[in-house]
């Protein structure tokens, strides 16, 4: 039996776990390359270099020998980032120490260290470039909302009064730059540290398979640490915590933190990744509860209300709780670290604030709020609907073995077994790093002792630790060099990195161009740097017996010549990775919009046309062609987005076949590229292929145009459909003798109407050609347009149903509407039913304009689709009667009339094709199964359809009529096949009277089609 929670009882059981397992989780710092404190001594040299007079001194180096040899120059800094430098170096201090202690050490070392997140896909509308996949990511995010561009409106809104007066947040301050400054800062010495400390250890920090590794990672690092010169600073995150809150830690849904950043194997052991998870999923389901409550009215509201209501309240005061404990949780996190990070360790006031914000915060954001609804069951049946298993074992772990999950989550151990590593590392570092074990994956660990380690490594004269105020030196200590050099690198403006290279180049160095192109530039740190943990990770990807490749610094790539000449050859590197570098990497282009053929929501550019051996099949053609997004907002893009076919010389059309995706993966994608069913930022772009089985090689010379129409969804009742909207026609390459492939044309020719061959154009769900226009019956007789129409879905589509509506524009320059009727041959021939066409079937449509004054004639025609116009014909110089056409050309085979047609379920013959009393034709049909089984049969499971030469149908309708009855007296709606029997049946084919029948064609619903030719001998002595 459950009972309500009580908020005093389960207050103290958290107090004390929870509260011991925070404060330790925070105060633990192992994976840390430099200790923070190192990372601020050296991230200090730059700074001061750089506010003087606005530019860092950069050296020259020889690799080889390790030599500094003079300064290469004086090069300007970021005219941003000195700004903030200048102003705010408290905020930059905090910066500096980075994921040590921003947003928190968990999700510092869980997430933004090892580098297992995904890259962002970067902004096309402003040319930000995707990022490299793991900490990069994070640096790029944080890069970009502090530096990085901003479009007109948004800084029209933040300079708007209503900014002011409301308190808009901005991520442009001083204060937010110099903590992102900081941010680079602490990465690009994470890259140098890792690779010399990884050396000795045996590879990244790690807990398994060997716990020596971690043990030499804790005692290594630290030792450096104390050795480390003394200097005294502060460190603030006054006017960041805002930002570390709204860009690090609050996920919210569809944020690039929810989607990107705070995923990944560690997202369990991170408070801001496992909250945002919680808190988003109990956001939907109080979103869900308001439409279902409005949905009802009346009593039917108060019912569900009164039913559900309580919980979601419960629920709205749960997501405010989360949402208040997220926002205190940087400065939380800041005022541990200002305990035990930045200076001496206080762990007493890092116990008390811990404790506080357990107190005030995290019970509660755990599902303990001030409701008697809230019971154990209930709190664990919310979360395991919302959570993955692992996260809510996670927070069950926390209430059971908190101070083993949240150490051992960060470091391994507890915080009694690492406390004499970390204080005295010193004393420990013989017995550690002197001694085998901590090598795993292929890697091994370097024995050291510290004599050798003071006197060779860090050029410190001391034979143990007799002298302790003895410091290393920034010059005599490659990982502090490189760190520093990399850091002025970093902060160069777009001027300040050309200068650099033209002085590299005037030593004669082979440097490669700018990483960017023009003023696109961000900070050498960007696109590279995949993980923190790793070693020589400036160099690329490492490839079994091959080059490096992948995401590389741009200096070290080539042959390396810029690295060779700034930095300072380090304990730990790959040996020979210079000779053996990642390739040179072009600039990306800006943005390339040529080419593109605006449509309505996407616009398409044609990529490539193959005709021939695609896909093994010589009967294929393959488009390629990429998709731009041409609105505001963000789109996915799918299959259901457009629809395509090719356009025949002859004017038939060919329906898709297959389409796929050309990019499957992200690593795959170019720029500004996105997978399918992403979400799609504007002028974001996807390439799709497109498969049509043209035929043999002259149908395939026959193919010229390809036309593309938008899809818009449409809500008809509880479901979405999707309708045509506007259509491009797009000239294609042609396939010539001997398979030479010939331009396409400049543009296609107008439809102007009649003439033997005239095309079809596309215009929805149909395709139109126009035949004649004119007034037939004197100057002062309605305007009639005939056309042809044929259909180019693949279901079923009414003649008089294809949502197009037709409009008359006039010699006068006035639009006029139809009679609101449908025509068949001519204006006497009027519709009575509708005309249903199968694919590709086509059918005679006259319109007629009775407004028209005299005097004027037709000048175009407009075919329109829920007011968008589809396609326009321009009718100057068309006959007034319809032309006679050539035959159209007829696939070969096919099963001639009279003989059995076999399809997914029946077999159907035509026996027998004769005209009515009315002159509309009419056919004996017989229907059989070979199952073994009964079947009912329907008039709709079976479509019949008789076609003249031209293409024009007509399809049976009604009920089914007795065979030996030429009277159309209804015989049976259903029949019932009684193997091996055939039944027999008469169909009728309303207003067929003017076809000739030249094929007939069976269509079994959601199956298969067949039929095939009619002869002249099948049709003697009917046509009566």
């Given at each position: 039996m459950t009972t309500p929670l009580n908020r005093r009882s389960m207050l103290e059981r958290w107090r004390l776990g929870l509260g011991t397992a925070l404060l330790c989780a925070l105060v633990s710092t192992p994976a840390a390359a430099w200790k923070p404190k190192t990372h601020i001594y050296l991230a200090e040299q730059v700074r001061v270099d750089a506010v003087d007079d606005g530019k860092v001194t950069i050296y020259e180096t020889d690799y080889e020998t390790g030599k500094i040899l003079a300064p290469l120059g004086a090069f300007e800094v970021n005219p941003a980032i000195l700004a903030a430098l200048r102003q705010k170096p408290e905020q930059f201090r905090a910066g500096v120490v980075g994921p040590d202690a921003y947003p928190d050490i968990l999700t510092g070392q869980q997430l933004i260290h090892p580098g297992t997140n995904k890259s962002l896909l970067g902004d096309p509308e402003k040319g930000e470039l995707p990022s490299a996949a793991g900490t990069d990511a994070w640096l790029t995010h944080l890069w970009r909302k502090a530096y990085g561009p901003k479009s007109a409106a948004q800084q029209q809104l933040e300079e708007s009064e209503a900014a002011k007066i409301l308190r808009l947040a901005r991520n442009d301050t001083p204060e937010i730059r110099a903590f992102v400054a900081g941010y680079i800062t602490h990465a690009a010495g994470d890259m140098f540290m890792h690779t010399f400390v990884n050396y000795y250890t045996g590879g990244d920090f790690a807990i398994s398979p060997d716990p020596r590794n971690a043990l030499k990672h804790i005692v290594l690092e630290g030792y450096v640490g104390k050795r480390t010169p003394s200097f005294s600073t502060r460190a603030s995150i006054d006017g960041v915590d805002g930002f570390i809150y709204r860009e690090m830690v609050r996920g919210s849904p569809g944020s690039v933190l929810d989607q990107r950043l705070l995923q990944g194997p560690g997202d369990k052991a991170s408070i801001p990744a496992i909250f945002s998870q919680l808190r988003n999923g109990l956001q939907r389901d109080v979103d869900t509860y308001d439409r279902e409550r409005m949905s009802r009215s009346g009593p039917a509201r108060l019912a569900y209300a009164a039913a559900n209501g309580p919980e979601a309240e419960y629920k709205k005061a749960w997501i405010e709780d989360i949402d208040n404990g997220l926002r205190a949780w940087p400065q939380v996190s800041h005022q541990i670290a200002l305990a035990i990070v930045y200076g001496d360790s206080d762990p007493s006031r890092a116990k008390e604030v811990a404790t506080k914000y357990l107190e005030d915060h995290l019970i509660s954001m755990a599902g303990a709020p001030d409701f008697a609804i809230a019971t154990v069951v209930f709190i664990r049946k919310v979360m395991s609907s919302i959570l993955p298993k692992v996260l809510t074992d996670a927070i069950s772990e926390l209430t059971k073995q908190p101070l083993e999950w949240m150490i051992k989550k960060s470091t391994g151990r507890t915080l009694d077994e690492w406390s004499a590593y970390i204080n005295a590392p010193e004393v420990n570092f013989d017995p550690v790093m002197n001694a085998p074990g901590g090598g795993y994956g292929g890697q091994r660990e370097t024995l050291i002792s510290l004599t050798d380690f003071n006197r060779k490594v860090l050029k410190i004269d001391d034979p143990a630790n007799q002298f302790p105020d003895r410091r290393f030196k920034i010059e005599d200590f490659p990982p502090a060099f490189n760190t520093v050099q990399m850091t002025k690198i970093a902060f160069l403006s777009e001027k300040g990195t050309k200068d650099l290279l033209a002085a590299l180049k005037a030593k004669g160095v082979n440097v490669p161009a700018m990483p960017t192109a023009p003023g696109k530039y961000e900070s050498a740190m960007l696109g590279f740097l995949n993980s923190m943990d790793g070693g020589n990770r400036w160099q690329g990807t490492s490839e079994k017996g091959g080059a490096l490749s992948g995401s590389a610094f741009f200096l070290a790539r080539g042959d390396a010549g810029g690295w060779r000449h700034l930095f300072l050859k380090q304990i730990g590197e790959r040996e020979n990775w210079t000779k053996n570098a990642a390739p040179e990497k072009a600039a990306t282009a800006p943005l390339d919009d040529t080419g593109f053929n605006p449509v309505q929501l996407w616009a398409v550019r044609l990529d490539e046309v193959a005709y021939g051996a695609v896909d093994g099949k010589t009967r294929n053609v393959v488009v390629t062609a990429t998709f731009r997004n041409d609105t505001t907002q963000t789109l996915p893009f799918s299959d259901k987005q457009v629809r395509t076919v090719l356009g025949r010389k002859d004017g038939v059309e060919v329906s898709l076949l297959r389409m796929g995706y050309v990019h499957q993966t992200e690593d795959a994608?170019?720029?500004?590229?996105?997978?399918?069913?992403?979400?799609?930022?504007?002028?974001?772009?996807?390439?799709?292929?497109?498969?049509?089985?043209?035929?043999?090689?002259?149908?395939?010379?026959?193919?010229?145009?390809?036309?593309?129409?938008?899809?818009?969804?449409?809500?008809?009742?509880?479901?979405?459909?999707?309708?045509?909207?506007?259509?491009?026609?797009?000239?294609?390459?042609?396939?010539?003798?001997?398979?030479?492939?010939?331009?396409?044309?400049?543009?296609?020719?107008?439809?102007?109407?009649?003439?033997?061959?005239?095309?079809?154009?596309?215009?929805?769900?149909?395709?139109?050609?126009?035949?004649?226009?004119?007034?037939?019956?004197?100057?002062?007789?309605?305007?009639?347009?005939?056309?042809?129409?044929?259909?180019?879905?693949?279901?079923?589509?009414?003649?008089?149903?294809?949502?197009?509506?037709?409009?008359?524009?006039?010699?006068?320059?006035?639009?006029?509407?139809?009679?609101?009727?449908?025509?068949?041959?001519?204006?006497?021939?009027?519709?009575?039913?509708?005309?249903?066409?199968?694919?590709?079937?086509?059918?005679?449509?006259?319109?007629?304009?009775?407004?028209?004054?005299?005097?004027?004639?037709?000048?175009?025609?407009?075919?329109?689709?829920?007011?968008?116009?589809?396609?326009?014909?321009?009718?100057?110089?068309?006959?007034?009667?319809?032309?006679?056409?050539?035959?159209?050309?007829?696939?070969?085979?096919?099963?001639?009339?009279?003989?059995?047609?076999?399809?997914?379920?029946?077999?159907?013959?035509?026996?027998?094709?004769?005209?009515?009393?009315?002159?509309?034709?009419?056919?004996v049909v017989g229907f059989k199964v070979d199952s073994g089984l009964m079947k009912k049969i329907v008039e709709s499971d079976i479509d019949i359809s008789i076609s003249d030469a031209n293409g024009e149908a007509r399809h049976a309708l009604g009920n089914f009529y007795l065979a030996d009855d030429l009277s159309r007296k209804p015989y049976l709606a259903t029949l019932m096949l009684v193997p091996p029997l055939e039944m027999r049946v008469r169909v009728w084919f309303p207003e067929s009277a003017s076809l000739k029948p030249d094929r007939y064609n069976m269509y079994e619903s959601y199956g298969i089609s067949k039929g095939g030719p009619i002869s002249a001998a099948f049709v003697a002595g009917a046509d009566r």
């Open positions: 994608l170019p720029p500004w590229h996105y997978l399918a069913n992403t979400p799609i930022p504007p002028k974001g772009r996807i390439t799709a292929r497109f498969v049509y089985e043209v035929g043999d090689n002259s149908a395939q010379q026959q193919v010229h145009m390809w036309t593309v129409t938008q899809q818009l969804p449409r809500l008809e009742g509880l479901k979405i459909k999707y309708v045509d909207g506007k259509s491009v026609r797009i000239p294609l390459p042609t396939l010539g003798a001997g398979g030479r492939i010939e331009a396409p044309a400049e543009s296609l020719p107008e439809i102007r109407g009649g003439g033997l061959g005239g095309a079809f154009t596309l215009a929805g769900r149909m395709s139109y050609r126009v035949d004649a226009a004119g007034r037939r019956g004197g100057p002062t007789a309605p305007i009639e347009v005939a056309l042809t129409a044929r259909n180019n879905t693949e279901k079923s589509m009414s003649l008089q149903t294809a949502y197009n509506t037709f409009v008359l524009i006039g010699s006068d320059g006035v639009e006029y509407e139809t009679d609101g009727n449908n025509y068949g041959r001519s204006g006497a021939d009027a519709m009575k039913r509708g005309r249903p066409l199968q694919r590709n079937e086509q059918a005679v449509l006259t319109l007629v304009f009775p407004r028209p004054p005299a005097g004027v004639t037709p000048a175009r025609l407009l075919v329109k689709s829920q007011d968008a116009p589809m396609a326009e014909f321009y009718l100057a110089g068309a006959p007034l009667k319809r032309p006679t056409y050539a035959p159209l050309p007829q696939a070969p085979g096919g099963v001639a009339a009279g003989q059995v047609v076999k399809l997914n379920t029946f077999q159907v013959r035509l026996i027998s094709l004769n005209r009515g009393d009315d002159g509309d034709w009419e056919a």
